[in-house]
């Protein structure tokens, strides 16, 4: 706290161990040399397999950043079940799962379910045995053609739309959007005792 009025300044002289609440970042460029080693034994530990797994374009929380897609966790098992995907096999192919998540719109499930078919197209299964090979995988010609990705699997590419100038038009310039919002919200919690005050009403008029 500040000091206030003519009051004298205590001078407490503590000799706190500050040692113990720091951290040095000495060795920064070692560290960033162990992580991209590290990127390496990762990738030919799982060679053929993608490095990273494929992810499900989402929406980010609350109404200020609801705009913005990114990617999330995994896909719901009502997508994969959609896109005809095992959730267990979901994750030896590459395809990251999250059990918890809900579908909430139309338009975010059929973008994720084309998201996972045409990563099915591009897919190239190897056999778990060579010598006996199962339906769905490839053949010598298409194993040979075969690469692994190390990036983002089918990143997300934002396009940005540029309005043309033009002049206003005289219902934008009456077009309140606080107004609306708080209208918007207000009949939202106002729904229920609304209907049942109509409900009433209309029971009233029946009873004469």
Request: with cysteine.
């Amino acid at each position: 706290m500040a000091v206030k009025g003519k009051n004298a300044i205590p001078i407490n002289h503590l000799h706190k161990d500050w040692q113990r609440y720091i951290r040095c970042w000495f060795d920064q460029p070692m560290r960033k040399k162990r992580r991209a080693r590290a990127r390496l034994q990762k990738a030919s530990r799982v060679y053929p397999r993608p490095v990273e797994s494929l992810r499900p374009v989402v929406r980010c929380p609350t109404a200020r950043y609801n705009t913005k897609t990114r990617l999330g966790r995994g896909f719901t098992l009502d997508e994969l079940k959609a896109a005809g995907i095992h959730r267990l096999q979901a994750r030896t192919i590459g395809i990251s799962v999250d059990h918890r998540r809900k579908n909430r719109s139309v338009e975010a499930f059929q973008q994720n379910v084309q998201r996972l078919n045409t990563f099915k197209s591009r897919l190239i299964l190897f056999p778990r045995n060579s010598n006996k090979p199962k339906k769905g995988d490839a053949t010598v010609e298409e194993r040979k053609l075969a690469t692994q990705l190390k990036g983002t699997i089918l990143p997300i590419k934002n396009k940005t739309r540029q309005p043309k100038v033009r002049v206003p038009t005289d219902d934008e310039k009456k077009f309140g959007a606080h107004y609306m919002i708080r209208k918007a919200r207000i009949t939202k919690r106002l729904h229920g005792k609304r209907s049942k005050k109509e409900q009433d009403g209309k029971d009233q008029f029946n009873m004469f």
